[in-house]
């Protein structure tokens, strides 16, 4: 073989391959015989939940879910989280602060003209409750004689002062204290849809 033509070669070979990119860990020569799951990349970023129209701070809202489910309560503020923050009040309901999703609640059309509350305590981690502690072995099959979940003096003294406000602008307004204490109900041939609240 002439030696002008293998270096002729050589060169074509190396131009070639100057621009390849070779692995530098090589594909194992066989492969799982099950596929190996791998976590999808999400690229999704996590917007502000978006508030319903109808509901503003003040609107009576009715509760469709939950313990107190059927109860009027008057709107707050939205939470950081998205959540709705609502009272009944408790004074008036029994309904205290508690935080609910806007899917699970049907906004009226009454709406209460109550004063800014500037408290910085109202928000999601006035909500956070303490972890359990786990139990052992030995402990599962001991009588539980820990006490219930008190509520803190904080929370009531919190709710105190929240019904300081909402109250008198409720009873303002007349007929509305009864109207918060009565429950929504449905009758035989009454549809949600149909009504206007």
Known sequence: V???????WYQRRVAITAGRQV???KSPRFYPTEDVKRPLTNRRKVKPTKLRSSIKPGT????????????RVIFLKQLPSGLL???????????????????????????????????DKLTDAMFKRKAKPTKNEREMFIENTSEEPKI????????????????PAVKKVE??????????TLTKGQFPHQLKF
């Open 2 to 8: 002439n030696s002008s033509t293998t270096k002729q």
């Open 175 to 184: 007929m509305l204290p009864s109207y918060l204490r009565s429950k929504f």
């Open 23 to 25: 692995p530098v860990q």
């Open 60 to 71: 009576v809202l009715i509760l469709l879910a939950g313990a107190h489910r059927g109860k």
């Open 152 to 167: 803190s003096a904080e929370r009531i003294a919190l709710q105190k002062e929240v019904d300081a406000v909402v109250v």
């Open 85 to 119: 923050l609502v009272t009944g009040p408790y004074k008036i309901n029994g309904v205290p602060l508690r935080r609910v999703d806007q899917a699970y609640v049907i906004a009226t059309s009454t709406v209460v003209e109550i004063p800014a509350i500037a408290n």
